[in-house]
């Protein structure tokens, strides 16, 4: 056996039938049965199947009776919604089954089979072909006797469509007058004049009343015996008649055809006068006649069209005319709409058909719109849900274009199940790979059903069919909200709860922006993130120069607002929640040009001309910078970070430049490098030059080169006495005891030097004194009449250096303006 669903929402049962199985048996009370309409019916069976046996202690587990529809699909008669509480299933002890068809229906008449199912694996028995049921329709059957021009003698038997049983009793009726009992009816009857039969004990059912005259051929059929409408609208009455189209004449013994002559509509309680004619409704009635269909249409309906109307119509034939008995009555009112609501049982298949109902027929023309809370749904007389109620909806019809002509909204039925509880237990925090069962309980009747989801997005992952939902260790990624849906046929209804999965937190991810190269002084952010749940406390620790971790801030993101080389290191960012925590370490290095660099020079102490000395630069930089040494602005080759000098000269004094540079930018320090030495010889100058005369003055200068500076005095031969100190020496009022050798001598720390300059007399030619430089070598004692001065000079350009004692090398200045050179 295999089940399937059909489009219909019923459920199928593909039978598989054993058969030849001795064993099995079924077998029908009766296999044709005949009833009648409106009756109820008792189709039954009882069956056998082995009880004992070996390896068979067969027990029945399901039994039910099924038909096949016109489609082809065999169905289980309880779920066709064709016979929705009509049907009822009966098995008594001894294997006797029943099926109860109430309220029989032309549609039942099918063959009704039953079938099995027991315990035992793959046995089913279906009882083919099953019992046949007919529905009877009964009938007067008229066989006439007599026909006057308004008078039928006739005989009457109640006929029905399939052999009902033989001992029924038939009653007869004459205009709902019950007249006799019995097979059959003779009586005189008219024009007006109907007869009925029913079942004694189903006198409830009797058969349509049968009008005499139609018996010859006439009649007129209305759609329906009552039509509402409201005020203001169209209504359509129609009916269609019939006529004999020939007519035997006795007493001439021809045949006559007939021919309708007139045909018009009236009021039923006025003497039969044409709508047409009348003053009141002439104007908004019209006819739409023709091949025997008549259609009265009243436009403008007002409440006193409200009456019943009739059918006239005229003929060539000695009988004359035709009159509908009936008629239909207009009822002008707004009609009380109701809502008819039938549910599938099955739940794999829900759908709900929701009819609209009005207390009156309401004429073809007026359709219905629905309603679900309020906003147009559908259109037409049923509207069909491919589910159930919920809770949320309200449905209604109302009157295609007549809104407030409405029913009653319906909502939820009470028994569907209500919302559900849904709950998570263990109850509190959930840790991640702990267990979690989610249970789901609605109060309904009958019990509902549930289905567990997972809300992913917009759609809904299915995860059970059953109230329960484990998880046996819970992800992180479980964390989202739960659906819970509980359904019987009558509605369904759910309800959500969310799970927060806790958990530590995942290692963080850090990012630094802007990314790239960070330059000093450029504003950076490190931001670090972190999956947890709760969500993670993040916190930056910077490792310093002993490997020690310390917090360097709370929160995330950490910002630098100007960056400095000094925030160079190793940080990492912590994201802690209570469950726990883990870290990302991340290396910034930042980038500057370089710093002024520093000088050091070694030996320290003062230099001395003849020692060695080791110049030596460096500078902080990232990258890391080239460094260049200048001596007076002049790129000295080959000298990288060191520079040394071997011996120093007093040449080798000036002003050192060290300029370090990488892609950043340069920087550089200037120093003076002092060399100490002791005087250079001296050169002594006289002013003024040239020729003195006896008793004027005249003013010596002496000059040499020495760090730190000379101190000066002055001497004459084989006179112990120093004549002067300082650098110039003025001898006024000459006169012949001036002359002699003169020693300028100059005198540092370091050592001493000295000029000799003789001062002699020249045989007097003019009364001057000649003053004569002459070269030390040639320093010869000559005594002449007159005075004359000669000075040795050894000439060098002299400089104002600074000197301090201590200080060996002095910084002069910082320059960070690098396109000097
Ligand atoms: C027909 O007969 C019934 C009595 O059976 C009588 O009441 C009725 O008036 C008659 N109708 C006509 C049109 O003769
Ligand atoms: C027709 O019958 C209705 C009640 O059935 C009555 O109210 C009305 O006055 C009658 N009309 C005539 C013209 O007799
Ligand atoms: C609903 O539940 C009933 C019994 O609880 C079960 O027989 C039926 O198959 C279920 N229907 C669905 C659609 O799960
Ligand atoms: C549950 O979630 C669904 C879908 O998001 C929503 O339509 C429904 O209103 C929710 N139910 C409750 C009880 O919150
Ligand atoms: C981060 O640095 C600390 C200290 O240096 C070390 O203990 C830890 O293992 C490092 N973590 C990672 C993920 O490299
Ligand atoms: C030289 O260093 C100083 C101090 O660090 C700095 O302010 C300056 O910008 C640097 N010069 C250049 C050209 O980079
Ligand atoms: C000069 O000093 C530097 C740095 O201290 C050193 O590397 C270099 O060898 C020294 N030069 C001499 C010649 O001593
Ligand atoms: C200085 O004395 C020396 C010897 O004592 C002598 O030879 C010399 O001539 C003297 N010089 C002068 C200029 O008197
Ligand atoms: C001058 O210098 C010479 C050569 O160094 C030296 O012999 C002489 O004694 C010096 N004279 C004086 C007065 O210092």
């Known amino acids: 056996m295999s089940v399937t669903t059909a489009a219909g929402g019923l459920l199928l049962v593909i039978v598989q039938v054993i058969q030849g199985h001795s064993d099995y048996a079924v077998s029908y009370t009766s296999t044709e049965v005949c009833a009648l309409r409106g009756s109820t019916v008792d189709l039954s069976c009882t069956y056998t199947y082995p009880l004992t046996g070996n390896d068979r202690g067969a027990t029945v587990v399901e039994s039910f009776w099924f038909i096949k529809k016109s489609n082809g699909v065999y169905v289980d008669v309880r779920s066709d919604p064709d016979y929705s509480d009509r049907v009822e299933y009966a098995c008594e002890n001894n294997n006797k089954c029943t099926l109860r068809i109430k309220d029989l229906r032309d549609s039942d008449a099918s063959q009704y089979m039953f079938r099995f199912i027991t315990n035992q694996p793959g046995e089913a028995f279906n009882a083919s072909p099953g019992v046949t049921l007919s529905v009877a329709d009964l009938q007067v059957q008229v066989s006439t006797l007599a026909i006057y021009s308004s008078m039928i003698v006739t005989e009457l038997a109640c006929q029905s469509s399939c052999r009902l049983p033989d001992h029924l009793t038939y009653i007869w009726y004459k205009n709902q007058q019950k007249k006799k009992e019995g097979e059959s009816y003779s009586d005189r009857l008219n024009q007006t004049d109907s007869v009925s039969c029913a079942v004694k004990g189903h006198e409830r059912i009797s058969t349509p009343s049968v009008l005499m005259w139609s018996q010859r051929g006439y009649a007129v059929n209305f759609a329906t015996p009552v039509i509402c409408a409201f005020r203001g609208s169209t209504v359509d009455i129609s009916c269609t008649y019939t006529y004999p189209h020939t007519v035997y004449d006795h007493a001439r013994r021809v045949y006559h055809d007939t021919t309708v002559m007139d045909s018009f509509w009236f009021i039923h309680n006025r003497t039969q006068v044409d709508l047409r004619s009348v003053p009141d409704s002439s104007s908004r009635v019209e006819y739409l006649c023709g091949n025997n269909k008549c259609t009265l249409r009243i436009k403008d309906l007002r409440e006193s069209d409200a009456t019943r109307y009739k059918f006239k119509f005229i003929t060539n034939q000695p009988e004359g005319s035709f009159t509908s008995l009936s008629g239909v009555t207009l009822s002008v009112a707004d009609p009380q709409l109701q809502l008819r609501v039938r549910r599938s049982v099955s739940q794999d298949c829900a759908w709900t058909e929701l009819t609209c109902h009005s207390s009156c027929p309401l004429s073809e023309s007026v359709s219905y719109v629905w309603y679900n809370n309020g906003e147009r749904v559908g259109e037409g007389t049923k509207y069909l849900l491919f589910e159930y109620f919920r809770p949320t909806d309200s449905y209604h019809c109302a009157i295609r274009g007549r809104k407030r002509i409405r029913s009653p909204s319906m909502s939820y039925p009470s028994d569907a199940p209500q919302t559900p509880s849904v709950s998570a237990s263990p109850s509190g925090e959930i840790a991640e790979g702990h267990s979690l069962t989610l249970a789901c309980t609605s109060a309904a009747k009958p019990a509902a059903n549930y289905t567990w989801y997972k809300k992913n997005r917009d759609t809904l992952q299915f995860l059970t069919k059953e109230k329960r939902f484990l998880f046996r260790s819970i992800k992180s990624s479980d964390s989202g909200q739960y659906q819970c849906t509980a359904e019987n046929y009558l509605g369904r209804n759910t309800a959500n709860i969310t799970i927060s999965?806790?958990?530590?937190?995942?290692?963080?991810?850090?990012?630094?922006?802007?990314?790239?190269?960070?330059?000093?002084?450029?504003?950076?952010?490190?931001?670090?993130?972190?999956?947890?749940n709760p969500a993670a406390i993040h916190t930056w620790f910077k490792e310093n120069r002993n490997g020690q971790h310390r917090v360097v801030r709370e929160g995330t993101p950490f910002v630098f607002r100007s960056i400095q080389s000094s925030d160079s290191g190793q940080y990492h960012c912590r994201a802690q929640n209570k469950l726990g925590w883990s870290s990302h370490n991340i290396s910034i290095a930042v980038s500057y040009a370089p710093r002024p660099p520093s000088v050091s020079v070694s030996p320290s102490g003062e230099i001395v001309e003849g020692s060695s000395v080791n110049l030596t630069c460096s500078t902080d930089a990232n990258p890391a910078a080239t460094c260049v040494w200048y001596k007076n602005q002049r790129l000295i080759k080959g000298a990288e970070r060191s520079h040394f000098l071997s011996p120093v000269t007093s040449n080798d004094r000036g002003m050192y430049e060290c300029k370090c540079e990488n892609k950043h930018g340069c920087n550089f320090t200037s120093n003076f490098l002092n060399v100490h030495y002791a005087p250079k010889p001296p050169s002594v100058a006289a002013s003024p030059s040239g020729e003195l005369v006896k008793g004027s003055s005249v003013t010596l200068t002496c000059s040499t080169d020495a760090n730190p500076a000379a101190t000066y005095t002055w001497h004459k031969e084989n006179s112990s006495s120093v004549k002067a100190s300082g650098h110039t020496f003025t001898i006024s009022d000459i006169t012949a005891e001036h002359g002699g050798n003169y020693y300028c001598q100059v005198q540092n720390r370091y050592g001493h030097s000295n000029t000799s300059l003789k001062l002699f007399?020249?045989?007097?030619?003019?009364?001057?004194?000649?003053?004569?430089?002459?070269?030390?070598?040639?320093?010869?004692?000559?005594?002449?009449?007159?005075?004359?001065?000669?000075?040795?000079?050894?000439?060098?350009?002299?400089?104002s250096l600074k000197t301090e004692a201590n200080e060996i090398v002095e910084m002069m200045e910082v320059r960070d303006d690098c396109s000097v050179y």
């Open 501 to 532: 999965v806790k958990y530590t937190p995942r290692r963080p991810s850090v990012s630094v922006s802007p990314s790239g190269e960070i330059m000093e002084g450029s504003s950076v952010s490190l931001a670090c993130s972190s999956d947890a």
């Open 761 to 799: 007399f020249a045989p007097v030619k003019s009364p001057y004194v000649n003053v004569n430089i002459i070269r030390p070598t040639l320093l010869i004692p000559l005594l002449v009449p007159v005075l004359v001065v000669t000075l040795y000079l050894r000439m060098k350009k002299s400089r």
